[in-house]
């Protein structure tokens, strides 16, 4: 079975994956102030993505490669953040480092408590059809 990607999503499916930064376990409202806050540092890197990924599951590998691209997207954000009008040099610096400090440590975090319950380890990757299902 091919292994479904988030680009078989349409952009509202896309749009609506995922609870958001943090695990099921977390509240809700905790769930939506973190990526409120993350927000603001990560513009591109996708935690729907992500949670996609954790979602069609698969095995140790798989889930190893979901947490290192949800990485590259984060560390690409942190590189290409945009510290305005003031000095940008020195404000795109702090930011930058800031966002890639923030980056090591939701991968940590991911790496971390990923592994109890949130992602779906199974022989077979689940079907886009069953992902769906579960994420509704």
Same mark, same amino acid.
């Given at each position: 079975?091919?292994?479904?990607?988030?680009?078989?999503?349409?952009?509202?499916?896309?749009?609506?994956?995922?609870?958001?930064?943090?695990?099921?376990?977390?509240?809700?409202?905790?769930?939506?102030?973190?990526?409120?806050?993350?927000?603001?540092?990560?513009?591109?890197?996708?935690?729907?993505?992500?949670?996609?990924?954790?979602?069609?599951?698969?095995?140790?590998?798989?889930?190893?490669?979901?947490?290192?691209?949800?990485?590259?997207?984060?560390?690409? =954000?942190?590189?290409?953040? =945009?510290?305005?009008?003031?000095?940008?040099?020195?404000?795109?610096?702090?930011?930058?480092?800031?966002?890639?400090?923030?980056?090591?440590?939701?991968?940590?975090?991911?790496?971390?408590?990923?592994?109890?319950?949130?992602?779906?380890?199974? =022989?077979?990757?689940?079907?886009?059809?069953?992902?769906?299902?579960?994420?509704?």
């Amino acid at each position: 079975m091919r292994r479904p990607s988030f680009s078989d999503l349409t952009p509202a499916q896309q749009g609506n994956f995922g609870n958001g930064v943090g695990p099921y376990w977390l509240p809700a409202s905790a769930r939506r102030w973190i990526t409120k806050t993350a927000s603001w540092f990560f513009r591109s890197a996708s935690w729907r993505h992500h949670d996609f990924g954790y979602a069609v599951g698969g095995d140790r590998w798989d889930r190893a490669r979901c947490d290192w691209k949800f990485l590259q997207a984060m560390l690409r =954000d942190a590189v290409t953040q =945009d510290g305005g009008p003031i000095a940008p040099a020195v404000v795109w610096l702090v930011l930058a480092s800031e966002a890639a400090v923030l980056s090591l440590l939701f991968y940590l975090a991911v790496r971390i408590g990923g592994q109890f319950g949130s992602f779906e380890y199974r =022989d077979q990757y689940a079907s886009l059809e069953e992902v769906l299902e579960a994420y509704r």
